[in-house]
T-cell receptor
Framework: SAVISQKPSRDICQRGTSLTIQCQVD?????MFWYRQQPGQSLTLIAT?????????ESGFVIDKFPISRPNLTFSTLTVSNMSPEDSSIYLC???????????FGPGTRLTVL | EDQVTQSPEALRLQEGESSSLNCSYT??????LFWYRQDPGKGPEFLFT???AGEEKEKERLKATLTKKESFLHITAPKPEDSATYLC??????????FGTGTSLTVIP
């Protein structure tokens, strides 16, 4: 398994500002993932963050809006840029571990944009 | 189209009343099926991975089974602390993950 921490756990932000979310893992991992979970909905993959290369974004998500850094094998950040109320959501990071790539999730960051 | 569907959306059980949650899937090749538990305001907690039809896994009052088209999460004699949202996810052969929308379980004392 993996122990994952996220900062901040929650934040309330003003429209037009940006927020950077940090994800720290207790062991080295190749793949880190960023998800969004809107109220009452399932998880939507934003991007996959690989160390040493550009993140891979899913359809509907772009680097200018959600820039990601992956400076080493235990850490990643996701920035939500130029926020609007529609960005209010829970943002989760996860890592894939083991032969089966089982995903383990962090506790999430609850973002509210006013 | 690859997709995962969970049913029911919500389930209320009396303490001790056993039941099952369903996860049906259509993917182009299954690498694994995962069950998670998610408490309000928290990230999903990993429960089980199933790889092939006929496989079963158990943990306390939970038992997960897998067929070629669906998985069941059986809850035996549930307790109020089992109340949570249970998520199912499928990994396809292209390594993509598809998540269901979850079943919200409430166990009433």
């Amino acid at each position: 398994s993996a122990v994952i921490s996220q900062k901040p756990s929650r934040d309330i932000c003003q429209r037009g500002t940006s927020l950077t979310i940090q994800c720290q893992v207790d062991s080295q991992v190749t793949m880190m993932f960023w998800y969004r979970q809107q109220p009452g909905q399932s998880l939507t993959l934003i991007a996959t963050a690989n160390q040493g290369s550009e993140a891979t974004y899913e359809s509907g998500f772009v680097i200018d809006k959600f820039p990601i850094s992956r400076p080493n094998l235990t850490f990643s950040t996701l920035t939500v840029s130029n926020m609007s109320p529609e960005d209010s959501s829970i943002y989760l990071c996860s890592v894939g571990k083991g032969v089966t790539d089982t995903q383990y999730f962090g506790p999430g960051t609850r973002l509210t944009v006013l | 189209e690859d997709q995962v569907t969970q049913s029911p959306e919500a389930l209320r059980l009396q303490e001790g009343e056993s039941s099952s949650l369903n996860c049906s899937y259509t993917v182009s090749g299954l690498r694994g099926l995962f069950w998670y538990r998610q408490d309000p305001g928290k990230g999903p907690e990993f429960l089980f991975t199933l790889y092939s039809a006929g496989e079963e896994k158990e943990k306390e009052r939970l038992k997960a089974t897998l067929t070629k088209k669906e998985s069941f999460l059986h809850i035996t004699a549930p307790k109020p602390e089992d109340s949570a949202t249970y998520l199912c996810a499928v990994q396809a052969t292209g390594n993509q993950f598809y998540f269901g929308t979850g079943t919200s379980l409430t166990v009433i004392p």
